[in-house]
């Protein structure tokens, strides 16, 4: 995943108005990292899609709502390689749910 400067500020303020990136516990195990976007704009979905190497997902629009396209990226690798470089341009909210992804992907590094 290599990202110009303008790529990584662009994506950064898709992320802070439309998408999270957050720990997941689940129960006795070192929980998940999920990275999530979704949004009616294809285009600005599949930009997204490409500079993090993942594939665009829709489910058919319920009554009169537009047609969503969302991103769902689980796995601790790939989300922290996409939040290590998010981080120093996201807000006070997301990016402290982004350093506890980092907290815990070090934590789980030292326990395996």
């Known amino acids: 995943m290599e990202w110009t400067d303008v790529e990584t500020g662009w994506l950064a303020g898709i992320m802070e108005g439309e998408g999270y990136c957050k720990w997941i516990p689940q129960g006795s195990s070192q929980g998940q990292a999920k990275f999530n976007l979704q949004m009616t704009d294809r285009d600005v979905v599949e930009r997204v899609a490409r500079l993090v190497e993942a594939n665009v997902c829709t489910s058919p629009p319920k009554g009169n709502n537009k047609q969503v396209y969302r991103i769902n990226i689980k796995g601790w690798d790939k989300v922290e390689k996409i939040v290590e470089r998010l981080l120093p341009h996201m807000g006070q909210r997301r990016g402290k749910d982004m350093q506890l992804i980092l907290e815990k992907a ?5 326990w395996i």
């Open 106 to 110: 070090q934590a789980r590094r030292d």
